[in-house]
């Protein structure tokens, strides 16, 4: 998880372009949900990509998906590479690689806040430069992918133990708004300020060449989908439904695990690094507790977790990093805080995506995890 900054509008991603035009739209990043210019490959990527982390269940501050998208395929996209960040020796990486690299899947979004400009001036610039040059595009599944059954947040959990896990915050249902008898072109238009309100656009073609227009959105945002949809159609019905729960089983914010057999403090540290392959981990011991306590319940958030694992009641916080003050907090309530690093407790993720989708695509596309990235803060 990054900061709870808000990206309210994609549109705000301006090109300041040099001198006779003062500013542009940069039509190809801002048009990220709009796939009819992908080729047929990128697109199935992109929809494979999606149906494993549905971008709805994203937090709603969040930038997941598409980021970046070629303005044309001169060819399908015959090799992915993977990365938790995607950093200029990343990005080196990518383009020396052979097969060429049609698409960065990046589990943290390499553009979060809007950009202003594309220059060589910052890291961030540099690297989308880059991977439009090179016509690379770039996906970001993020917290679509902490929130997911079977994510980020799962796989933490199911290296710690046996045990039940169920979401610290369950994923609330979501809606279906929808509408008949819509243009083609009508959809094109509503498509962007849909996904603007947090909301997904999905279009059947029915036998008069019209469409059905489904969006599914979370309650929260339901009001402001509606409403939109009401201003672009005034001569059709719209109805609201709720989805069946099944779809977001299991999704949600953050895990509690309830170990089967508890284990103390001293072994499950060990269990920990063992997981994640780390030498050394950071543990604030709770209040009273020794070594020997014995550990049933961790409350688990991959990179930063302490927003969510605040006033959360367990023997041990488990998250990538949290401040001092926070660590205190925590021990002074008798919970014990082990810390990780942010991305440590998210890129070993990338292995099983890698696989799942390999699975989902086939094996004549070639899926690599990148060799450069790694978490910047080490032990000395
Ligand atoms: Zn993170």
């Known amino acids: 998880m990054l900061g709870a900054t808000l990206l309210r509008n994609c ?28 080729s ?15 971008p ?13 998208e070629p303005s044309s395929q001169e060819q399908p996209v015959s090799h992915i590479m993977m ?37 060589r001036r910052t890291a961030k610039e540099r690297i989308i430069l880059k991977a439009v040059e090179s016509r690379i595009a770039i996906y970001s599944p993020h917290t679509a992918a902490d929130s997911v059954y079977g994510g980020v947040n799962d796989w933490l959990a199911a290296g710690l133990g046996e045990g039940e896990c169920t979401p610290l915050q369950p994923t609330p249902p979501s809606y279906e708004v929808r509408a008949e008898h ?14 603007l309100c947090g909301g997904k656009l999905v279009k059947k073609l029915r036998d008069d060449s019209s469409y059905e227009v489904l969006v599914r959105c979370r309650l929260d945002r339901l009001s402001q989908v509606y409403t939109l949809l009401c201003g672009k159609l005034t001569s059709q019905n719209i109805s609201i439904s709720q989805v069946a729960k099944e779809n977001t ?8 695990l309830l170990l089967n057999t508890p284990v103390s403090l001293s072994e499950f540290v060990v269990r920990v690094k063992n997981y994640l392959g780390l030498p050394s981990i950071r543990l604030a011991r709770g209040r009273n507790c020794e070594d020997s306590f014995m550990v049933k319940s961790v409350a688990v958030c991959a990179g930063s977790g302490a927003s969510v694992l605040c006033g959360v009641s367990a023997d041990v916080y488990l998250t990538g990093e949290m401040s001092h003050h926070e660590v205190l ?3 002074s309530r008798g919970m014990s805080v082990i810390l990780c690093e942010h991305s440590n407790t998210e890129r070993g993720y990338l292995a099983k995506i ?25 032990t000395v």
Not at 101 to 114: N, R
Not at 249 to 256: F, I, L
Request: proline share 5%; glycine share 6%.
């Open 11 to 38: 549109s705000q991603l301006l090109l300041r372009v040099a001198s006779s035009r003062p500013v542009v739209q940069f039509g190809s990043l801002t048009r990220a949900r709009d796939y009819h210019h992908c």
């Open 40 to 54: 047929m490959e990128l697109q199935l990527i992109v929809t494979r990509l999606h149906e494993m982390f549905p």
């Open 56 to 68: 709805s269940l994203a937090g709603n501050w969040d930038n997941v998906g598409l980021l970046v």
């Open 83 to 119: 990365t938790n960040d995607l950093t200029e020796d990343v990005m080196d990486e990518v383009q020396a690689a052979s097969p060429q690299v049609g698409l960065i899947v990046a589990y943290h979004p390499p553009i979060f806040k809007p950009l202003k400009s594309l220059t």
């Open 182 to 195: 819509v243009s083609s072109e009508m959809c094109e238009v509503m498509s962007d300020e849909v996904a």
């Open 249 to 256: 089983k299991g999704s949600g914010v953050g895990r509690k």
């Open 329 to 331: 907090d925590a021990t």
């Open 354 to 378: 890698k696989d799942n989708l390999q699975q989902a695509l086939g094996s004549d596309i070639k899926i690599s995890l990148s060799l450069k990235d790694h978490d910047p803060l080490i």
